[in-house]
């Protein structure tokens, strides 16, 4: 009997260590050689799975941007009153801190966005599915008569995914200008004034 192919363990294989590559030197300047030795495998090796970095780096950012979608809707699924589904959603999509992997993984590989229709595709597929994840909070919470929104529910959900995305990249750089509390108080207290409703953290 043939042995089976060892092909998709060994990209699992070369996607983790991708991943911690990029976690621990950054994206800027990673080379293959730098994915190879935390792989413990020759650059051939990994081109064999793999005929490019980029091609290595956004099988990475797909594997994050699913992860991390998953857990803020595992999160938000958890919760039945608006209210509270809205503060977990908003607390699940923050950086817990510097070394918060899954959004620091984004926020690195954000820098191939700028330059590359895949990646930017999939940063653009991150934030339309939060924004849906908002939408639907929002629609719920006034359809039940919770929230009174101040404008309609997608213009809302698109601000507080740009303010969490602005103030996550400030909580992970290396001085960071907020704290994961204070930037989750600034969403909750948009959030609060964009629904007319107390929100409490």
Known sequence: ?????????RRGELVAAARQAV???GVLGLRLRDVADQADMSTGSVLYYFPTLDDLLYEVQRDAVERFCVDREEAARRETDPRRK??????AGLPSGQDDELCVLLYELGAYARRT??????HIRLYERQVGLYT???????????FDLTRDAATI???LVALEDGLGLHITQAVPTFTPPA???????YAADATRCELDA
């Open 86 to 91: 809205l503060v977990r959603t908003i607390r």
């Open 1 to 9: 009997m043939p042995r089976p192919s060892r092909a998709h363990h």
């Open 183 to 189: 930037a989750e108080a600034m969403l909750i207290a």
């Open 157 to 159: 959900a698109r601000g």
């Open 117 to 122: 229709p895949a990646y930017a595709a999939e």
């Open 23 to 25: 976690l621990d030197r």
């Open 136 to 146: 639907a909070i929002l629609e719920t919470g006034a359809a039940t008569g919770v």
